[in-house]
Structure formats: structure tokens, C-alpha cells
């Protein structure tokens, strides 16, 4: 499986071209809302997982097909900061390009110093911090057990003082697990020790690895965004434009044509397709808005079927 997917549409970063350095659900968490279902291997040993030369050989090729591409952005199906070589690779990238670098990471390893400095040359950061008390913490992330949320909350804080580009905090909702008043008021007092860009609100818009992982509606996110400060805040709504350009009728076909014969999950769908996860989930997203596809849990694994026509 290629190591390099997309371009994606993404809420956030236009068209998004994804480099995934490390094996499938490689993570420090266990997030309940991960929409690629449950951690496989929780670790926080940092080192180089996939090749840092064989994702730069592949990124190289794929340049010169001229695509529209906004960011670069690590990203993928795990915490991208474990793989060691992640600095390497963006300063590789930047004599390749001019394409700006994003990295989507849950902040859990920015406590180090060593991770603070790798990620330095990249031209935005995202990380996450959907809880600031360890009760919450544990519920909504379920971190490696070495992973303690003041270490987490003082690895940002230091990164953003450190950090020469853009930051956005993601925050993830979830419906009564992390979003009380308390929870709130006191993100809200932490980050006023962050130097931030924005601070973006989010929920559970994909299926989740746990079903009782659920959205809040959007009067809650008002809610908490005021909370939080309208000034840099932001609720980060469905992305909608140019979907259609980077969505190939074909593929979604096959995806029917597939589930009709057997439910899948999404990790089944890549392997078939050929496709990475991060795309597939593009797809079935939008089967499921269209209401041609459902999903089930069936013994932790959330699984995919056709919807059959009367």
C-alpha cells in the first residue's frame, strides 16, 4: 500500500495530499471517536516505521503529475510525530516543493523536545487537546498508560512559544463525555497560555470506533465556542466544495458493487481497492449521506453494507 494518498478534500486544508508514515492504527491513543476504528498497537516508541526514503521516492513521482494540491500533510492512520524520521522527511520535502507542510497530530509526544524540533521547518501544525483533566482524558482518548495530560497540555504550550508557523488546536467533542462547562472553563484557561492561530471546534461527524461515541448539535458548539472565544474560535463545518473533483464515479461502484455481497470494514475496502483508508472513508461518507450504504459494530469492528432497494 502506497504511503501517499489524495489529494483529499479536507474541511480544513483545500486539497490535502496525504503522506501516512507509520502502519495502520500505529498510535499513542485509542480515541472513542477515531473514525478508523480502534487502536491496534498503542505505543509511544518513536522510530522509523516506514522508510523515510521510500515516501520521499513516492512523493517525488507524484509531483511531477501536477496535480492541485494545497498541503502536504502528515497525517494518516496513526500519530505521525512516532515516526523518527519526520524531520528528515519534511526538510527533504521542502527542497522538492514549495507546497506548504501540515501536520495533524494529537500532541501527545510535543512534550519532548526532540519532537519539538523535528516538526519545526513545517509550515502548520494541528495538534489536538480534547481534554484537560486526566479523568476525561482517559475516557475520551484512552492514552498509552505513560501518556499524562499535564505533560501533554506543557508539550503545546511550549511548542507554540517555540514554533515560527501557523497553529490550529483542534478540540473533539464528544456528547456527555467531554463537554461540560467545568471541562470547557478550563480549556479555556489553558489556552490562553498557548500562542495559537485559531482553535477549532469539532464532533463526531464520521462513524466512530465506539457507538457510543455521539455528535453534539450545533446550538452546543455555539455554546462552547463562547466559551472559548469567538475571536480565534471556530466550529469546522462539513467540507462541501470541490468534493466532486476529487471523487471518482467508479470508485463508488465498486464499493457498492463489493458490499452488496458481504459487509466490510473499512481496512477490508483499502485492501480491495488499493486505496488508503483516509480516501475509502471519503467515499463511504458520502454513500452514507446519500443513504446507499449503512454501518453495524459487530465484535468491536464497525462493518459496511448496501443499503437494499425495495
Known sequence: MSQIFGPVPSRRLGFSLGIDPIPFKTCTLDCIYCQLG?????????????HSNQILKELEKFLKEKKKIDYITFSGSGEPTLNSNIRKMITEIKKMTSIPIA????GTLLSHSQVREDLLEADLVIPSLDAISEKVFKEVNRPHPLLKIDEVISGIINFSKEFKGKIWLEIMLVKRINDSLKEMRKVAEIIKEM????????????????NFAQALNIKDLERIRGILGKEKCEIIAKFEGNRQKAYKK??????????????????????FLGLHQNEVIKYITVLEEKEKIKSQFHRGQRYYEKILEN
Open 38 to 50: 480502534r487502536t491496534t498497537h498503542k505505543t509511544v516508541e518513536r522510530k522509523e516505521y516506514v
Open 195 to 210: 500562542k495559537l492561530n485559531k482553535i477549532q471546534l469539532n464532533t463526531v461527524i464520521r462513524p466512530p470506533a465506539e
Open 103 to 106: 501536520i495533524l497530530t494529537n
Open 250 to 271: 467508479d470508485i463508488e461502484e465498486e464499493i457498492l458493487r463489493t458490499l452488496k455481497r458481504r459487509p466490510l470494514t473499512v481496512e477490508d475496502l483499502s485492501s
